[in-house]
Nanobody, 122 residues
Framework: QVQLTESGGGLVQPGGSLRLSCVVS?????MAWFRQAPGKEREFVAA????????YYSDSVKGRFTMSRDNAKNTVYLQMNSLKPDDTAVYYC??????????????????WGQGTQVTVSA
């Protein structure tokens, strides 16, 4: 079972920025970020396929968040800019061996990190 470890969360004011990191113990083609706010379902944020050279974003973060990866370091990043209070959630890194057409569904991922809290508040 691959291990994922997130870091970089914290408290930030609206309009601010944060960068999350996720270190993976073994390489995986598909990496993704999800988030979960209290009382809500886990929500897709972004996903990347190394083989397809493609990154997808949810409409709610498109243009503000950027997902990237450094395969040499087995690390993926989520740069979050122009943060809003609605972005407050626990952010999770997820991985799967191969690309899946329903990449927005958290149930197709079999490896997860422990999560990192992001709070956007004045």
């Amino acid at each position: 079972q691959v291990q994922l470890t997130e870091s970089g969360g914290g408290l930030v004011q609206p309009g601010g920025s944060l960068r999350l990191s996720c270190v993976v113990s073994a390489s995986r083609d598909t990496m993704a970020w999800f988030r979960q706010a209290p009382g809500k379902e886990r929500e897709f944020v972004a996903a990347n396929s190394w083989a397809r050279r493609t990154t997808y974003y949810s409409d709610s973060v498109k243009g503000r968040f950027t997902m990237s990866r450094d395969n040499a370091k087995n690390t993926v990043y989520l740069q979050m800019n122009s943060l809003k209070p609605d972005d407050t959630a626990v952010y999770y890194c997820a991985a799967r061996m191969n690309w899946h057409v329903t990449y927005r569904d958290y149930r197709v991922y079999n490896s997860w990190g422990q999560g990192t809290q992001v709070t956007v508040s004045a």
